[in-house]
């Protein structure tokens, strides 16, 4: 029976074949679905900060690009995926808000977008698609079943990755 796995900010989850694995209200966050279309297993990350080394206190690992990554990937390899055969798919990493002025600081999208980039080379998992930037929000689904990756937004309609 098909399960539709809720994930929420700051989070991950992993599941397999029929589940699906979905995330709402993607801004500056960064959704990264990665599948293995073999066995047929993924995860979806929702990140909201780049890098946790940086963060006050880093207690939830989840929320940070550096560290829910390598757990998520690990926690797939665990259900049977293989690491050869990940890949990866992320979307999101808006501007959601202008600043006349903006510092990189403000940029959190734009930073979320390339810090994921690079720990997904970091793991070693190949990223083949991207939805990134924009001003507008997105929700985001996972199909286990097919590994498509599908990106729903209010005013610029849906696609799949």
Known sequence: MSELIKVGMADYKTGKNPSSLISYGLG???GIAMYDAVSKIGGLAHIMLPDSTQARS???PAKFADTALPLMLD???R???SKSRIT?????GAQMFTFANA????R???RNSEAVKNILKKIDVRMIAEDTGGNYGRTVELKLESGIYRIKTID????EL
């Open 28 to 30: 500056s966050c960064v």
């Open 103 to 106: 510092t990189d600081i403000m």
């Open 75 to 77: 926690e797939m390899l």
């Open 58 to 60: 880093a207690e939830n």
């Open 79 to 81: 259900m049977g995926a």
């Open 88 to 92: 990866a798919k992320i979307a999101g």
């Open 156 to 159: 610029k309609g849906e696609k």
């Open 108 to 110: 959190v999208g734009e």
